[in-house]
T-cell receptor
Framework: GDSVTQMEGPVTLSEEAFLTINCTYTATGYPSLFWYVQYPGEGLQLLLKATKADDKGSNKGFEATYRKETTSFHLEKGSVQVSDSAVYFCALRNNYGQNFVFGPGTRLSVLP | EPEVTQTPSHQVTQMGQEVILRCVPISNHLYFYWYRQILGQKVEFLVSFYNNEISEKSEIFDDQFSVERPDGSNFTLKIRSTKLEDSAMYFC??????????????FGEGSRLTVL
């Protein structure tokens, strides 16, 4: 079945550091790919998405590029802030099903 | 901005008791979902619901679980006889459409269930 793998956390960075959170997927067909973020005590919010190969999703300084050749959707940000501390979930949605498949999440802590 | 709302935010119950978790999806959405997240673990799909019936469910969603849309706004998850391993955060989500795979899910803030 479809699956999503993420780098294990926690990831701890200093403010203004560069962030990469790796995400790879296994799926049949052509899934859409998503990054969701969960701030402490809150639900999951869509951060960005990409629906086809080579698309780049971006939001709030974060970006991720849909790489079909490497089945990856790595999340990057050039300069993280303390307010970016959260858990980040990579997810896919395939064209034959309704539900999302989530990765295990990566906890990011940004220190001032 | 429209949002998915869930109640209660936290419920503590004794093992074997029935629990009902409530959700109000975004008003023009047609597809509804329940997910759960056991503490520190991945977000797991439970069930999806469309046109007043279950359209897809996972292996987790066994006979002790049921969902219902009792009126035009609420979407409920019932656990008939809770077990310790049902302790988790339960997220409701809704989606405007199914056919397009790019449609995103909108999540509520979750209901934390603690079974003692």
């Amino acid at each position: 079945g479809d699956s999503v793998t993420q780098m294990e956390g926690p990831v701890t960075l200093s403010e203004e550091a560069f962030l990469t959170i790796n995400c790879t997927y296994t799926a049949t067909g052509y899934p859409s790919l998503f990054w969701y973020v969960q701030y402490p005590g809150e639900g999951l919010q869509l951060l960005l998405k990409a629906t086809k190969a080579d698309d780049k999703g971006s939001n709030k300084g974060f970006e991720a590029t849909y790489r079909k050749e490497t089945t990856s959707f790595h999340l990057e940000k050039g300069s993280v802030q303390v307010s970016d501390s959260a858990v980040y979930f990579c997810a896919l949605r395939n064209n034959y099903g309704q539900n999302f498949v989530f990765g295990p999440g990566t906890r990011l802590s940004v220190l001032p | 901005e429209p949002e998915v709302t869930q109640t209660p935010s936290h419920q503590v119950t004794q093992m074997g008791q029935e629990v009902i978790l409530r959700c109000v999806p975004i008003s023009n959405h047609l597809y509804f979902y329940w997910y759960r997240q056991i503490l520190g673990q991945k977000v797991e799909f439970l069930v999806s619901f469309y046109n007043n019936e279950i359209s897809e469910k996972s292996e987790i969603f066994d006979d002790q679980f049921s969902v219902e849309r009792p009126d035009g706004s609420n979407f409920t998850l019932k656990i008939r006889s809770t077990k310790l391993e049902d302790s988790a955060m339960y997220f409701c989500a809704s989606s405007e459409e199914r056919a397009r795979r790019s449609g995103e899910l909108f999540f509520g803030e979750g209901s934390r269930l603690t079974v003692l």
